[in-house]
C-alpha cells in the first residue's frame, strides 16, 4: 500500500515561511492534496490537486509537487496558522493521508 | 450553503454495529456528481478514510476495513449512513462525514462535517 511521510512538527516564527513535506514514492506523479486541523475541528481543506487554493484560503498558502516530495508553503505565517496539516492522495481506488505535521509558530 | 451533519450513537458495546447518519442541508445529495465518504479520527491520532460512495452508488472501501464496513445512501431523506460491525475499542474515534469531489486520477474532501465521537466500551 502507498504511504505518506510527514515530519510530525514544525516550527516557524511569526511572519516567516513554513514549510511543511509530504514524501511518497514518485509522489509527482499524483495529486496531492492539503488540510488544515485546529483544536477541536473538523479539517479543512487548503491546497487541492497540489497547488490550487479553494475559495476562502488566503494567497499565504501555496503547494508544489514533484519528484517524492509535496511541499505546503505558508508565507507570512500567523498565530492562526497553528494546527495539524495532513497531506493526501489517491492511490488504486485508496484514499491515504500522511501522519500529520503539528505547526507551532513561535 | 452546503452543510453535512453527523448523527447516531455515541456509545457502542464491543462487538455490536456503529451506525451513524449524514445529513445534507442546504442542497441535494444528488446534485453535481459528488461522492459522498466517511473518514475517522481515533483520539491523537490521524485521519483514515473508512469509505465512499460514488453518485452512481457503487461503494468503495478502505481493504483494512471492507469486511465489516457498509455505507448507503438515501437520496429521498438527503442523507448518507455508516455500518460499521463488529466494532472494538480500535474504532473509537471522531467520525467524519465528508464531501468528495474528484476526477480523472483525483478525489479530494472539499466539504466536512463537523464530527461526531464514538466510544466502543461495555
Known amino acids: 500500500s502507498y504511504e505518506l511521510t510527514q515530519p510530525l512538527s514544525v516550527s516557524v516564527a511569526l511572519g516567516q515561511t513554513a514549510r511543511i513535506t509530504c514524501g511518497g514514492n514518485?509522489?509527482?506523479?499524483?495529486?496531492v492534496h492539503w488540510y488544515q486541523q485546529k483544536p477541536g475541528q473538523a479539517p479543512v481543506l487548503v491546497i487541492y490537486r497540489d497547488s490550487n487554493r479553494p475559495s476562502g484560503i488566503p494567497e499565504r498558502f501555496s503547494g508544489s509537487n514533484s519528484g517524492n516530495t509535496a511541499t505546503l508553503t505558508i508565507s507570512r505565517a500567523q498565530a492562526g496558522d497553528e494546527a495539524d496539516y495532513y497531506c493526501?492522495?489517491?492511490?488504486?481506488?485508496?484514499?491515504?493521508f500522511g501522519g500529520g505535521t503539528k505547526l507551532t509558530v513561535l | 450553503q452546503l452543510q453535512l451533519q453527523e448523527s447516531g450513537s455515541g456509545l457502542v458495546k464491543p462487538s455490536q454495529t456503529l451506525s451513524l447518519t449524514c445529513a445534507v442541508s442546504?442542497?441535494?445529495?444528488?446534485?453535481?456528481?459528488?461522492?459522498w465518504s466517511w473518514i475517522r479520527q481515533p483520539p491523537g491520532k490521524g485521519l483514515e478514510w473508512i469509505g465512499y460512495i460514488y453518485h452512481s452508488g457503487s461503494t468503495y472501501y478502505n481493504p483494512s476495513l471492507k469486511s465489516r464496513v457498509t455505507i448507503s445512501v438515501d437520496r429521498s431523506k438527503n442523507q448518507f449512513s455508516l455500518k460499521l460491525s463488529s466494532v472494538t475499542a480500535a474504532d473509537t474515534a471522531v467520525y467524519y462525514c465528508?464531501?468528495?469531489?474528484?476526477?480523472?486520477?483525483?478525489?479530494?474532501?472539499?466539504?466536512w462535517g463537523r464530527g461526531t465521537l464514538v466510544t466502543v466500551s461495555s
Open positions: 514518485n509522489i509527482g506523479s499524483k495529486n
Open positions: 442546504g442542497g441535494s445529495i444528488s446534485s453535481g456528481g459528488y461522492s
Open positions: 465528508a464531501r468528495v469531489d474528484y476526477g480523472d486520477s483525483y478525489w479530494y474532501f472539499d466539504l
Open positions: 493526501q492522495v489517491w492511490d488504486s481506488s485508496t484514499e491515504v
